[in-house]
T-cell receptor
């Protein structure tokens, strides 16, 4: 089976750095995705990790450790528009298993 | 380029009424198609997925059904809505297994 866990909520200050963690237990591994979802909108793709290490993409970076079943999303230079839910997801056969999402609130 | 269309954006329906939500994908062939539901403040729950025309797999038993009458069309239906069917419904497609998912705009369904 598949199980993904994330913190429910996080709060950070504009301009700061925040790390959102995701732990997963999967039978078989085909990478890990991160999506951003603003309230009332559809999720949009942020990053994909299949090998261990850090993938950097502008202000956003994603890290994966397959041996530890652990990933994190790092957001730098936080902006108010980064207030959203962040979902990690693991492919499972033809499907995805999504974590519950972490709701990030960026405060001025 | 590929696009996904989902409609309607919002819907208010009485208990016991039927439901039909439609999703179409343009610019690709033989996509994997998905219907998810998201309750307020919660994660995505997979309802149905399809890897080809007429092939539907159900993840959660409920009073909903799905159909794929054409390669790039995915329909979510119900004969009689329940209050518990309220939620945010999302259609998504991927080019294949373990690849990035692209989501439609979502349908906010309120059953009253």
């Amino acid at each position: 089976g598949q199980n993904i866990d994330q913190p429910t909520e996080m709060t950070a200050t504009e301009g700061a750095i925040v790390q959102i963690n995701c732990t997963y237990q999967t039978s078989g591994f085909n990478g890990l995705f991160w999506y951003q979802q603003h309230a009332g909108e559809a999720p949009t793709f942020l990053s994909y990790n299949v090998l261990d290490g850090l993938e950097e993409k502008g202000r956003f970076s994603s890290f994966l450790s397959r041996s530890k079943g652990y990933s994190y999303l790092l957001l730098k230079e936080l902006q108010m528009k980064d207030s959203a839910s962040y979902l990690c997801a693991a492919p499972y056969g033809q499907n995805f298993v999504f974590g519950p999402g972490t709701r990030l609130s960026v405060l001025p | 380029s590929q696009t996904i269309h989902q409609w309607p954006a919002t819907l208010v329906q009485p208990v016991g009424s039927p439901l039909s939500l439609e999703c179409t994908v343009e610019g690709t062939s033989n996509p994997n198609l998905y219907w998810y539901r998201q309750a307020a403040g919660r994660g995505l729950q997979l309802l149905f997925y399809s890897v080809g025309i007429g092939q539907i797999s159900s993840e959660v038993p409920q009073n909903l059904s799905a159909s794929r009458p054409q390669d790039r069309q995915f329909i979510l239906s119900s004969k009689k809505l329940l209050l518990s069917d309220s939620g945010f419904y999302l259609c998504a497609w991927t080019p294949g297994a373990a690849l990035e998912a692209f989501f439609g705009q979502g349908t906010r369904l309120t059953v009253v």
